[in-house]
């Protein structure tokens, strides 16, 4: 080779090395982290399954990958104790130095992480966990996302409706004795008492009660019109289950919130559920063309429809990927993530209908009224009315915010 093609060729292969370099470190851009916070075990186990299925399911159709990166899920039981949440939710940010964190379902858990959360400055999109302290200005943080309505928002409005579009004026109220539970009752209750009802009485029942029939009776024995229940996972089959065993099931209307009688729960419960009035933010019965498109989709990949926590993990993860298209994958800046996170609620198209957050980062949604009807071999959440818009700053006169 005549000395005069050396520099040339010298500079062919510089450019070479430094082209594959590029190319190298581009493709080993580490993968982006979400963290999963969420209860695989207990008795509401279930909505923490689902929530898992939901959020796995948006992935999947993006290829689990967003702005050019891999996306890797970690997740964590935090059993629905608010002790091991606060443990699980430090290994996920210290240990596993997670990018995003979805989580929590249970209320307890999601105001013990609160704080750290907050002290750490890192984003965390809560799918369920919906008690109203949380997002109040008193606890609301920058960096907490709630994609699912507070207490307030789905039961505070249903408590008018009931009043409004029903008969009923005496009503008993029976939910949980939790945080989720209470505040639901009280929310229901407060507007059902500002729209002119009476409530008889409000009756709470321990998280995990394996008999209610002692509180059955007690619901027998009062002069009501119809019952309101909070209960969800498992206390919400046993509920339905006592309430039709024990007669009260066509005779006593039963209202409630959605966890009571989740497309989830449907099969379990069978004709225990028919006839009883819901309220939520989700049906896999909505007929809208996201909604159809997103419950065929579901339904081929897992051979069931979706549920509220479905689409709530679904949402968290439609959220996240926007986000992280805008950022291009970039989430060393944890303030854009967050920033991105926001902007994202009125660019994606969520299978209930549009969403926003307002001021604290809660999402504003429309609720639906949904009543348990069986369609060919199917029982169904069918939708019975819409209440548009619902935002939690709506019901706030009523608490001491």
């Not at 858990?109 to 999109?125: M, S, T």
């Amino acid at each position: 080779m005549p000395m005069r093609w050396l520099p040339r060729l010298a500079l062919v292969l510089t450019a070479l090395l430094v082209l594959s370099a590029a190319a190298m470190g581009q493709g080993t851009r580490p993968p982006i982290k979400i963290g999963l916070l969420l209860p695989y075990t207990g008795v509401i186990a279930v909505n923490g399954q689902e929530t898992t299925r939901g959020i796995e399911f948006f992935l999947s159709k993006i290829g689990n990958k967003a702005g050019g990166r891999e996306i890797q899920l970690l997740k964590e039981d935090d059993e629905a104790k608010p002790d091991v949440g606060q443990t699980k939710i430090r290994k996920l940010v210290e240990r596993d130095k997670v990018d995003v964190l979805v989580g929590p379902v249970h209320s307890g858990v999601a105001l013990a992480i609160r704080d750290y959360v907050h002290a750490q400055g890192i984003p965390l999109i809560v799918p369920v966990a919906f008690t109203r302290d949380l997002t109040a200005p008193a606890k609301a943080s920058p960096w907490i996302f709630r994609v699912v309505e507070t207490s307030d928002q789905g039961n505070f409005p249903m408590g008018t409706w009931v009043f409004k579009k029903t008969p009923y004026r005496k009503m008993v109220v029976i939910a949980s004795d939790f945080v989720a539970g209470r505040h639901s009752a009280e929310a229901f209750t407060a507007a059902f008492k500002a729209a002119g009802g009476e409530v008889v009485k409000e009756i709470y029942a321990p998280l995990n009660t394996p008999d209610f029939a002692p509180y059955i009776a007690q619901v027998a024995a009062l002069p009501a019109d119809a019952v309101y229940a909070w209960f969800a996972g498992a206390d919400s089959i046993r509920f339905v289950r006592a309430y039709k065993e024990y007669g009260l099931a066509g005779k006593l209307p039963l209202l409630a919130y959605n966890t009571l009688v989740d497309d989830v729960l449907l099969p379990t419960l069978g004709d225990a559920a028919l006839g009883v009035v819901s309220v939520g933010h989700y049906s896999a019965a909505l007929d809208t063309p996201e909604n159809r498109a997103f419950v065929r989709e579901y339904e081929a990949k897992y051979n069931a429809w979706p549920t509220r926590y479905a689409e709530l993990g679904y949402v968290s993860g439609q959220l996240i990927g926007a986000a992280l298209e805008t950022l291009k994958g970039e989430t060393g800046d944890r303030a854009a993530v967050r920033d991105a996170i926001r902007n994202a609620a009125t660019a994606i198209h969520p299978p209930r209908g549009p969403i926003r957050f307002d001021r604290y980062q809660q999402v504003v949604t429309d609720v639906y009224v949904m009543k348990v009807e069986r369609q060919g071999n199917r029982l169904v959440n069918a939708i019975v009315d819409r209440i548009p818009g619902t935002s939690q700053e709506e019901s706030w006169k009523w608490w001491n915010k």
